[in-house]
C-alpha cells in the first residue's frame, strides 16, 4: 500500500517521534507499516523514509539505495560522494553518533519538500545504535552517502528536516539546480554562493 507523505508545515514533522517498545516492533501493525513504508519509498522515489513522513509520530525509518537508483550518475560523481548501493533495513529507536573528523558538503533533498535542494555539510562517518525490523539490536557504522542518509532520515526522527541544518545560500529548485549545478564541483558552488570554505 502507498502512504500518503506530508509536506513540510504539517505539526508532525517538528515533534520527536516516540520510541517503539520492543514488543510492539514484532506486531502486525508495525509490520504492516514498514512494508508499507518500504513500497511508498520505491514508489517515491526515495533512499530514505521516516515514520513522521507518513504522518505517524515514531521513531522508525527505512533506508534503502539501490545501485539503479544512481546507474546514470558518473563515477567521479559517486566517488565524490562515496555512493554505494545500501541493502533495505529498517532503523527503530536511533542513537546516532556523528564522528567529530571530516564533516562534507553535497546537494540534498527531501520527499517532504519536493522539488527543491540545498547543500547540507554532514559527518563522512556515524555510528547508529538501533533495532532492526525484527527488534534486534544492531550497531552500524556508515561513510560516505550512506552516512548522510542515515543522518537525514533519523534527524526526521527528531523532528528535523534538513533545511535546518543547510547552507542557505545554496538553496534552490531543482529545475535551477538541473540547469546550472548539476555538474559543477561543490567547490565551485559554494564559491559562486559567496560562502568561505
Ligand atoms: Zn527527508
Known amino acids: 500500500m502507498r502512504l500518503k507523505i506530508v509536506q513540510l508545515g504539517e505539526a508532525v514533522l517538528r515533534q520527536r517521534g516516540r520510541e517503539l517498545k520492543p514488543g510492539e516492533i514484532k506486531g502486525k501493525e508495525i509490520q504492516d507499516l514498514i512494508e508499507w513504508m518500504r513500497e511508498t519509498m520505491y514508489d517515491a522515489p526515495g533512499v530514505g523514509l521516516a515514520a513522521p513522513q507518513v504522518g505517524l509520530s515514531m521513531q522508525l525509518a527505512v533506508i534503502e539505495d539501490r545501485a539503479e537508483n544512481f546507474r546514470d550518475a558518473p563515477p567521479e560523481f559517486l566517488k565524490e560522494r562515496e555512493r554505494k548501493p545500501v541493502p533495505f533495513h529498517v532503523l527503530i529507536n536511533p542513537k546516532i553518533t556523528l564522528d567529530p573528523g571530516e564533516n562534507v558538503s553535497f546537494f540534498e533533498g527531501c520527499l517532504s519538500l519536493p522539488g527543491f535542494t540545498g547543500v547540507v555539510a554532514r559527518a ?74
Not at 133 to 149: C, E, K, L, T
Not at 162 to 182: A, G, I
Open 124 to 197: 563522512r562517518r556515524v555510528r547508529v545504535d538501533c533495532l532492526d525490523h525484527a527488534g534486534v539490536p544492531r550497531v552500524i557504522n556508515a561513510s560516505g552517502w550512506y552516512a548522510r542518509i542515515l543522518q537525514h532520515e533519523i534527524d526526521h526522527l527528531f523532528g528535523t528536516v534538513y533545511v535546518d541544518r543547510m547552507l542557505p545560500r545554496t538553496f534552490m529548485n531543482m529545475e535551477n539546480f538541473n540547469r546550472y549545478w548539476k555538474s559543477t564541483s561543490m567547490a565551485d558552488v559554494l564559491k559562486s554562493a559567496q560562502i568561505e570554505t
